[in-house]
């Protein structure tokens, strides 16, 4: 996997829907090392790239879950944290949280925190697609209404975060393999 440069093409993220977007390459202790086009870079040997978890609450202290859409690559139908991004190459990850909520739910976010900030994971889909992220995790606000793409989303709910983590606890094949290492780590779930 060639690594790409760090054109303005490539720092612009997704603005334009048909344009490539690129993830940051890393090496073992999570140095970038290059980019490359996330749409080719996962298969059943991904190299290890930067991502982030996000975990949105609202004014009454709830978390949203999302459902990913049947039409994903990996996890489809998987019920997991609010939101997930790659931050594209010298983006700040805070920008990045706050483009994805608004091009995958349709909303705004503030007082973006960090949660885990050294998370990383890799796990194997069941179709045999990995994912390899050195992942940090945070937790927002969110501040407009919802209005998820069905391409990326496919169902939404909102939970206590107590209700989220007996959930996860009782059945965690029914969530994403990187929420049910985060929601343990993190203290939003144990209060």
């Excluded at 999570?30 to 086009?37: F, H």
């Excluded at 501040?143 to 990326?152: G, V």
């Excluded at 939404?156 to 209700?163: G, I, K, L």
Aim: glycine fraction near 6%; proline fraction near 9%.
């Amino acid at each position: 996997m060639a690594p790409h440069s760090d054109s303005p093409a490539a720092r612009a993220g997704t603005a334009d829907p048909g344009a490539a977007e690129y993830v940051v390459l890393l090496d073992e202790e999570g140095t970038p090392i290059g980019s490359a086009d996330k749409a080719v870079i996962h298969t059943a040997d991904t190299p290890l790239h930067l991502a982030f978890s996000c975990h949105l609450v609202d004014d009454d202290g709830r978390v949203l879950l999302t459902r990913r859409a049947l039409g994903k690559l990996t996890w489809p139908g998987v019920w997991t944290n609010s939101f997930c991004g790659h931050p594209g190459p010298g983006e700040d990850p805070v920008e990045a949280i706050v483009r994805r909520a608004e091009q995958e739910l349709g909303t705004r976010v503030d007082s973006i925190e960090p949660a885990i900030p050294d998370f990383r994971y890799r796990a194997v889909d069941d179709s045999g697609v990995v994912e390899n992220e050195i992942c940090p995790v945070f937790t927002a606000r969110i501040r407009a209404d919802l209005n998820p793409r069905p391409d990326e989303i496919c169902a939404h709910h909102w939970a206590t975060p107590q209700d989220v983590r007996a959930a996860v606890d009782a059945t965690p094949f029914a969530f994403s393999p990187w929420m049910v290492a985060q929601v343990p780590k993190m203290a939003l779930y144990s209060r």
